[in-house]
């Protein structure tokens, strides 16, 4: 399994950006799908984007597309989501986690999450 570790949350106003970062540590991070998730206050979690192993495609859910790009360095083990044009509906807890090889996997790993608040 890997450790994951997110950062890069913050508060910011909408219309703002924001990139997340993903740090891995283990053994073949480049076996790995590796997933952002997103919890709200009263709300279930949400899988906001996944990037699968090598060649690492990508998949986004409706509310983000056209707004957050998902990236990997797989020689840093590290993963990113860059996420603009942010709304006040983007506000949660955004977590990272792994899966083997595909997005469709069971994710079995996870990091501690970081807080994202938009607000005016």
């Known amino acids: 399994q890997l450790q994951l570790v997110a950062s890069g949350g913050a508060l910011v106003q909408p219309g703002g950006s924001l990139r997340l970062s993903c740090a891995a540590s283990?053994?073949?991070?480049?076996?790995?799908?590796i997933g952002w998730f997103r919890q709200a206050p009263g709300e279930e979690r949400e899988r906001v984007s996944c990037i699968s192993s090598r060649p690492g495609s990508t998949n986004y859910a409706d509310s983000v597309k056209g707004r957050f790009t998902i990236s990997r360095d797989n020689a840093k083990y590290m993963v990113y989501l860059q996420m603009n044009s942010l709304k006040s509906a983007d506000t949660a807890i955004y977590y990272c986690?792994?899966?083997?090889?595909?997005?469709?996997?069971?994710?079995?790993?996870w990091g501690q999450g970081t807080q994202v608040t938009v607000f005016s």
């Open positions: 283990g053994f073949r991070f480049h076996y790995y799908a």
């Open positions: 986690a792994a899966a083997p090889l595909i997005c469709e996997a069971d994710f079995d790993s």
